[in-house]
């Protein structure tokens, strides 16, 4: 038999394993959390940058369009609106000009159709 001093320490040394197995998965826990943390805050910062920027570049563009130029031309491209005494210009595209491609990729067309009826 194992006498009981011996015992004790056994015990004794198996207690104070499992306190510093525990001990050191808190640890563990803890400094993962800690960067997962620092991660977050990194990303919180780097998000916080962009939407400044965008913030920035929104308050300009506003400003811009807040002057009568911008607004003037806004409604002139978006409303097809023009100022009394302006001539406006409207370029209509040429039907000649979609007829003649038609013609030529049928004529192309055509004559594929006819080589390859004669290769047959």
């Known amino acids: 038999m194992i006498p009981k001093k011996i015992q004790n320490t056994i015990w004794f040394n198996a207690v104070l394993l499992l306190v510093a197995v525990v001990l050191s998965l808190a ?4 400094v993962r ?3 997962e943390l620092g ?3 990194e990303d919180g910062k ?3 940058n962009e939407l400044a920027i965008k913030k920035q570049e929104l308050e300009t563009k506003i400003a811009e369009l807040q002057t009568s130029e911008a607004q003037e031309r806004l409604a002139k491209e978006k409303l097809n609106l023009k100022k009394n005494g302006e001539e406006v210009v409207v370029v209509v595209p040429d039907k000649n000009l979609s007829e003649t491609k038609t013609t030529s990729n ?7 159709d006819f080589l390859g009826s004669l290769f047959k």
Do not use: G, T
């Open 27 to 30: 640890a563990y826990r803890a």
């Open 33 to 35: 959390q800690a960067v």
């Open 39 to 41: 991660q977050e805050a």
């Open 46 to 48: 780097k998000k916080i």
């Open 106 to 112: 049928s004529w192309m067309i055509k004559v594929r």
